[in-house]
């Protein structure tokens, strides 16, 4: 067998090798995990190690390899001519509200000049 699991034993890259065989990790150049690792989630940190391991399923791996590999085409879902935005922008007055809730309201904000009229009538007391 020429290609097999990468992790295991087999044979030399050699025509002949007899009965040797070799611990070895991986022959192709996307073999070894550290390079899965930083294929899939781009670093190899703990955390993206715990994922590799314990959490994303060998089929989620997969998946995850040929959508970045190119190799897996992704199909054009055209949009929901019936969606509606559950997040619509807020108009003015209701974005003022919002902030006044927060003590933050610009409905009753003073002016500059207004602002500076006031403080020359507190010192002029």
């Given at each position: 067998m020429l290609y097999g699991i990468p992790t295991g034993e087999?044979?030399?890259?050699?025509?002949?090798?007899?009965?040797?065989?070799?611990n070895y990790s991986s022959r192709t150049p996307i073999g070894s995990r550290n390079q899965i690792i930083i294929e899939l989630y781009g670093a190899v940190t703990p955390y993206t190690v715990y994922r590799y391991w314990w959490v994303d399923s060998v089929v989620k791996k997969t998946i995850m390899l040929l959508d970045k590999s190119g190799l897996r085409k992704k199909g054009t879902i055209p949009p929901d001519p019936n969606w509606v935005d559950p997040n619509p922008e807020m108009s003015d007055e209701e974005f003022d509200k919002m902030l006044g809730a927060f003590g933050f309201?610009?409905?009753?904000?003073?002016?500059?000049?207004?602002?500076?009229?006031?403080?020359?009538?507190?010192?002029?007391?």
């Open positions: 087999q044979q030399d890259n050699q025509e002949d090798v007899g009965d040797k065989y070799t309201s610009s409905v009753n904000r003073e002016t500059d000049e207004q602002k500076a009229e006031r403080i020359r009538t507190e010192l002029n007391k």
